[in-house]
Every structure is written in C-alpha cells, then in structure tokens.
C-alpha cells in the first residue's frame, strides 16, 4: 500500500462565503495525489458562540492526532471572531507538525503562510470609479471593529489608492461594521434618517457581504444602485453574481490561493517549501452596481486580460441546470428527515442510514465513531476530555461495502482519526461531531465527490442530532431490561470481590475459583436474558523466556500488565480472571464470534500500548480462543475446555508466525 498523507484542513464556518472557494482550490491541488484530506469546521471555543459552537471545536483534540501529516488553516475565517494571539494559542498544539496558514501570518514559530496584495486591486477600482464614472466623494465601509488584519489592510490599501488617485481626504468617509449584511445594513440606514442624505458618489466595502448590505439599505431609503451610489465590494463570493444588482468586486482568486496553499504545505512534506510561489493577486470585476454592465445583462461582467486591457467574460453560473441540482439537494435533505424521523431508536437509525446515504450520489464513503457512553461538555472554557477509546460503530462504501459493528472494533482516537478500512482511502473527507445539547457521542467521517460543503454539512448535523437522541433512549446503551440487570448485578458482585476470597492477588482479578463461579452466573443470567456469549481462554506468549532473560520480577509485571489489558478491553458486565501462571479467561455476555478478529487487534494494539506505558523492555502478546456459549452448551469448565483448544490453534499460528 503507497503513503497516504493524511492532510487536516481547518476553518471556522462553512457560512463564511469564500471559504468553499478556497476548499474547491485545495482539492483540486491533491486531486491526483495520494492524500487522504479531512476538512473540519471547527467553529468557536466559548459559550456564547452560536448554538453551542463549542461542541464543534472538541473535533481539535481529535485532530490532534498521531497520523495527521500536516495542517492547512483558512486563517482568515477565524480572524474575523478572534485575535492572532488567540488563534495562535488555540493552534500552538497542532503546530508541532507542518502547517500553513491562507494569505495571513498566524505568528508562530515554523508555520508559514501564503500571502496576498489587496493594494493593486484598490488602485485600479479607485482609478476606474475616479477616471471612468467620474466618482469623487467616497465611502469606504470597514470591518476595523473586529480587529481582524484583512480589514486594517484593505483599510489601509484603499487610503493609498485615494492618494495616489487625488482623491481629497475632505471627500474620504468611513463607516465601521463587522464584515456582516446585517449590521451592515443597519448602520446605513442609521447614517441617512441621521443626516437625511447620502452624499457619496460610490462606496467601497471590505467585503462582499457589507457591500451587498450598503446596497439594501440605500434601496430602501430610494437611492438608486448605480444610478446615484456606485458600490464596490471584495471577496467575488457566489452572491455578488446573483445579487440585484450583480455586484462589482475585487476577486481576490480564492480558488487559487487555496490551490497555492496546499502546494506549499505538500512541498513542505517533500522538504521543498522554498521552490513554491506563495504570492497571489487581486484582480476587480465590473458588474451592474458600479453602472459597467446594463440592469439586463446578469451573465456578464468587465476584467482586465493577461495584457491589462479591459473585456468582457462571461459568468460562471450555470442557469437552470442549477435550480434542478438545488431541487435535487432539497429533496435529498427532505427524504433524509423523512426515514431517520421514522427511526424511534439508535439501532433503527443505523440500519436506515445505508439506505439513505445509497440515495445521496455525491457521498462515495461514511464511518460512525462513537465513545463508549455519552461525555457532558459544559464548561467550554476547559479542554474536552477526549475519551481514550472510541468505537466504529457502522462504516458504508458507495461499492457496497457496509458493516454494523460491535462496540468490540475500539481504536485509540489520538493515534488514528478513523481505523484502518480498505474503503477509506484518498480523498475528500468531512469530520463532524455527534452532540446534542451539552453531550458529546462521538464524530462521523464523510467522504464526498462534489463541491456543495455547506450541504454536505447539513446532512451531517440531521444524522448527529438523530444519532445523538438515538442514543440516549436506545437498547444500543441498554439493550434491554434484563441485560441491563445483568450488568447491574455483575457490576455490584464485581465491586464486593474484594470481600470474598476469589481474587488473584497478583493481577487483582478473578482465581479460577472466581472465574468460574462469577462466569457460569454470567452465562446463566444471559442466556435467561435471550443472549448468548462467549468464553474465551487466553494464554501469554513467551512468558518463560520473559523470567529466563529479565527474571521473575519482570515476569510479574508482564502478567500484571496482561491483566490490566483484558480488563482495559473488557466490559463492566465481562467476566475477566487468571486461571493460574500465564493463562486467563473471559465471560462476555452478547459477543458474537464475528468480531473476534477486531477484538484479537485490539487486545494486540492495547498490548502494545501497556507495554510501553509500564516500562517493559518487551512487547507482550497473547494467544486467545473463543467458542459461544448457547442454552444447549452452558457449563463454563467445559466451554473454557473447548476455548482452550481453539486457543491452541491460535498459539500454532502465532509460533509459525515467529520462525518466519
């Protein structure tokens, strides 16, 4: 198998309007490379974020992650809520491994970053406004008052462009907003019933939202767009295209600069980020709002060409063949809510979800990680605990491949975001939590084809809040009734043992006293339960050579250390116990056979783990066989016979595997 990188791609909102822009610009780089990318929107820390947005930024612990290759942050996304200093706190942990940050500096040691020279696009709006529509009062609407550096530079780059254009300083006015339609629109609308007038010939706003904004508000009062008002904003998001009128803009080329970002970071992986480029231009567009494109003409607008001459091109948008493709994601998102609405449970939503992903034809992949029980996450301003296990609970593939899982398939999610699975391959990925209110139940992993992020994103929180309500009231948590007093009561006899003489002192797990007594309740409970089980027995490899090389002290800690394995990849209604030197057996009520090789990883992965978490100057491993118990083989000494022997064959294996 080639070397997948795998590459993180942060932003802050998929509402913020360039950011798809930049996105399409970054996947179209790694297209034809072998990278796994994962785009996240990871909102705010703080409680006073929108709807809990903090939920969203505990996917940064997750993506703190031992196999991420490297980081590509949307750095202008988060600037417009937050300060420098404040993002670079917040990213200082990822920074240790490469990681670049879009057209801004975040001020961290060894990030780079690409830029971007708003100064020549200014100079040639201003130039056209002063030499071509005759404009000579100005307004320049700001976003100063979120701190953000992208404002104080377009700021400052249009105060040069005024100079170096004579336009009088006594004809510069400047109004402040937050980058926002709608305090936007408020402040213009406060400014004329103030004054009673507006008396500026254009108006050039630091983004396209506060020009679309500056626009409403005018219309309102009856000063017309671009008959009395020429308005010029920034960014060319897909709404200055469809506004009325069309609005002229300064493209800032995120497409490319997302392109020129992704470049940099993979020539970083090469150990080549001196050979790339990361200068980007600016270049305006002359549409219906500054009087260049006539009211009925709304697929066109002026440019210059490669050779600066100003021309004509056509619009990027496609017309009809849009309406029907938005139809088609509407009825996606309605037939969506209709099956999971129809789910009353955790395991119904879950059976439903194939289907319904089958239907959505730009998912090409979808994974569902949960954590074992539900985490509240209320205290916003303190780090989320992620939980040190996480389970696959159910993975689809467009190629037909989908599996239900057991809560067995666990991974650690701080060295891999997603487990090894043939199907999760290059490609575009979503990572999105599963929360609720204040609790968190784990994150899902979409793979996707198409370019429509803000829908992508809406498909994931329908399947999070029906997942996350799913399992508060599901038999996933409490299958049912009589499970659930099973695991009560083997919980509660579990926590007296030490009262009673049946624990191993060594381990301080169950004797083989213990385990058979506390192992045949367990089996006879289940199976009056309805649920059968398994009895599993399980024997260390090489635990002779460990004394003979390392000594008998050593040896204890290996065992110890084997013990704390089970009990670590065990339930609280397992039954886990050593039967004497180097053997151990285990109750596990409902566990099918068919997840006895996940399982087997799992205990080799936690081997691992404990290993160099104890000190061993070795890695541990064990041999383990499983037969089910059933009501027509119920007796625990004879299925600890039986598991002994298919355990047998496994320690075969493992030998063979050795002198080879």
């Given at each position: ?19 798809g ?8 780089y ?29 996917m940064?612990?997750?993506?703190d ?94 105060e ?26 408020r ?60 609005l ?135 780090k ?94 409490n ?50 339960a ?30 110890q ?21 180097d ?22 992965k ?6 160099r ?48």
């Amino acid at each position: 198998m080639d070397d997948v990188k795998t590459i993180v791609v942060l932003e802050q909102d998929l509402t913020v309007d360039y950011v798809g822009d930049a996105l399409d610009g970054i996947r179209d780089y790694y297209s034809d490379k072998n990278v796994k990318l994962i785009m996240t929107h990871t909102m705010l820390p703080g409680a006073e974020y929108l709807d809990l947005g903090y939920q969203y930024w505990t996917m940064m612990e997750v993506l703190d992650n031992e196999s991420v290759d490297g980081y590509i942050v949307i750095t202008g996304s988060y600037l417009s809520k937050l300060d420098r200093e404040e993002l670079a706190g917040y990213l200082k942990p990822l920074s240790r491994k490469p990681m670049v940050s879009m057209s801004v500096s975040i001020g961290l040691e060894g990030v780079f970053n690409t830029s971007i020279s708003c100064g020549t696009g200014y100079d040639d709006v201003v130039s056209h406004l002063v030499n071509i529509h005759g404009c000579k009062r100005f307004a320049f609407i700001s976003a100063n008052a979120t701190k953000s550096i992208e404002s104080f530079e377009r700021s400052q780059a249009f105060e040069k462009a005024c100079d170096r254009n004579g336009v009088l300083t006594e004809n510069r006015f400047y109004f402040d907003s937050f980058f926002t339609f709608g305090d936007t629109k408020r402040i213009i609308l406060e400014y004329i019933d103030s004054n009673k007038e507006f008396p500026f010939d254009a108006v050039v706003a630091a983004n396209d939202r506060m020009a679309l904004g500056c626009i409403s508000a005018l219309e309102e009062r009856g000063i017309r767009v671009p008959e009395d008002v020429k308005v010029v904003g920034y960014d060319n998001i897909r709404s200055a295209e469809t506004s009325t009128p069309t609005l002229s803009t300064i493209s800032q080329d995120l497409h490319g600069q997302g392109y020129t970002v992704a470049n940099l970071l993979y020539a970083m992986l090469q150990g080549k980020g001196q050979e790339v480029d990361t200068q980007s231009k600016v270049r305006p567009i002359y549409r219906q709002s500054c009087g260049c494109i006539s009211r009925e003409d709304t697929r066109h607008y002026l440019s210059s060409d490669p050779d600066g001459k100003l021309r004509e091109f056509s619009s990027s948008l496609t017309g009809i063949s849009d309406i029907i493709h938005s139809n088609e994601q509407f009825s996606s998102i309605y037939i969506l809510l209709g099956v999971l609405q129809n789910a009353d449970n955790y395991e119904s939503i879950v059976s439903r979800l194939p289907g319904i992903l089958e239907g959505i034809r730009e998912i090409d992949f979808f994974a569902l990680c949960l954590y074992q029980t539900a985490v509240e996450y209320v205290a916003s301003d303190e780090k989320f605990s992620l939980p040190s296990r996480v389970y696959l609970s159910l993975y689809w593939s467009r190629n037909g491949k989908s599996e239900s899982l057991e809560e067995y398939n666990s991974f650690n999610p701080k060295r891999e975001i997603i487990p090894y699975i043939e199907e999760c391959k290059a490609g575009s990925y979503f990572l999105h939590p599963i929360c609720y209110g204040n609790k968190q139940y784990g994150y899902m992993l979409l793979s996707f084809s198409g370019n429509n992020y803000l829908l992508y994103s809406i498909y994931m929180r329908i399947i999070s809040n029906f997942v996350s309500q799913g399992q508060d009231f599901s038999a996933q948590l409490n299958k049912n009734a009589e499970l659930d007093n099973l695991n009560k009561r083997l919980e509660t006899r579990n926590s007296d043992l030490s009262r009673l003489n049946i624990t191993d002192e060594l381990t301080g797990i169950l004797n083989r006293r213990g385990i058979q007594e506390y192992g045949q309740n367990a089996i006879d409970l289940s199976l009056n339960a309805g649920k059968n089980g398994l009895v599993l027995f399980a024997d260390m490899n090489g635990l002779k050579t460990i004394n003979d090389t390392f000594g008998h002290d050593m040896g204890d800690l290996a065992i110890q250390t084997q013990a704390e394995v089970l009990k670590l990849c065990s339930r609280g209604s397992d039954v886990v116990g050593r039967m004497s030197g180097d053997e151990f057996a285990m109750v596990a009520p409902g566990m099918p056979l068919s997840v006895m090789d996940s399982f087997r990883d799992r205990i080799k992965k936690t081997c691992e783990e404990m290993s160099r978490a104890n000190g061993l100057p070795f890695v541990i491993s064990i041999s383990m066989g499983a037969v089910e118990f059933t009501p027509e083989e119920r007796s625990i000494e004879k299925l600890i016979s039986l598991a002994d022997e298919e355990q047998y064959v496994q320690k075969r294996r493992y030998h063979q595997s050795q002198r080879e």
